[in-house]
């Protein structure tokens, strides 16, 4: 167990639909990642928050957001949801924002 | 454009054999290597990393070999064990800069008993 823990675990939605997955870190993480696991795309990292601020961002749809919250928990929100989000969302965590990261259980999303 | 490519896809290895799997990076900016261990349905786990600053290291049964002047580094599991079955990414992000993981494709290992 990394300490990292996510939900929903799962999440079966339909197109168009909005949701929102949660992250909390590992006690006394400040940073926290987001990445979505694909079968076409593998591992790509979204976005990154360290202390409340957004640090870096990936490959980040514009129909994606994020945040992070005074207590270090983070949200992702993806809307218009279309068949091809249908992935497993990571959320990983680190004490700084150059050390190791600590990855969730994941969500599994679902598009129908 | 894929940022660390990792190989084989898949590697079928005998009990108490050794499993190799290869990666190569070409961002020189890169300075931390860690491996994750995936099992299905769960995280990627940390299981090793490295910086460039060494050309090997060992935990156990896990060692990574770095080749800085080639922009390789690989995962060496001595002695593999059935449990040790599971998908393995390597994966290489700049810690000076936004120290956002670039992964490998991955690699599917089966340890057959």
């Known amino acids: 167990d990394s300490g990292v823990t996510q939900t929903p675990k799962h999440l079966i939605t339909a197109t168009g639909q909005r949701v929102t997955l949660r992250c909390s870190p590992r006690s006394g993480d400040l940073s926290v990642y987001w990445y979505q696991q694909s079968l076409d795309q593998g591992l790509q990292f979204l976005i990154q928050y360290y202390n409340g601020e957004e640090r870096a961002k990936g490959n980040i749809l514009e129909r994606f957001s994020a945040q992070q919250f005074p207590d270090l928990h983070s949200e992702l929100n993806l809307s218009s949801l279309e068949l091809g989000d249908s992935a497993l969302y990571f959320c990983?965590?680190?004490?700084?924002?150059?050390?190791?990261?600590?990855f969730g259980p994941g969500t599994r999303l679902t598009v129908l | 454009q894929q940022q660390v490519k990792q190989s084989p896809q898949s590697l079928i290895v005998q009990k108490g054999g050794i499993s190799i799997i290869n990666c190569a990076y070409e961002?020189?900016?890169?300075?931390?290597f860690p491996w994750y261990q995936q099992f299905p349905g769960k995280g990627p786990a940390l299981l090793i990393a490295?910086?460039?600053?060494?050309s090997e290291k060992k935990e156990g049964r896990f060692t990574i070999s770095f080749n800085k002047s080639a922009k390789q580094f690989s995962l060496h599991i001595m002695d593999s064990q059935p449990g040790d079955s599971a998908t393995y990414f390597c994966?290489?992000?700049?810690?000076?800069?936004?120290?956002?993981?670039?992964f490998g494709t991955g690699t599917r290992l089966t340890v057959i008993p």
């Open positions: 990983a965590s680190s004490v700084g924002d150059s050390d190791t990261q600590y």
């Open positions: 490295i910086r460039p600053d060494v």
């Open positions: 961002n020189t900016a890169f300075d931390y």
């Open positions: 994966a290489a992000s700049d810690q000076t800069g936004a120290n956002n993981l670039f």
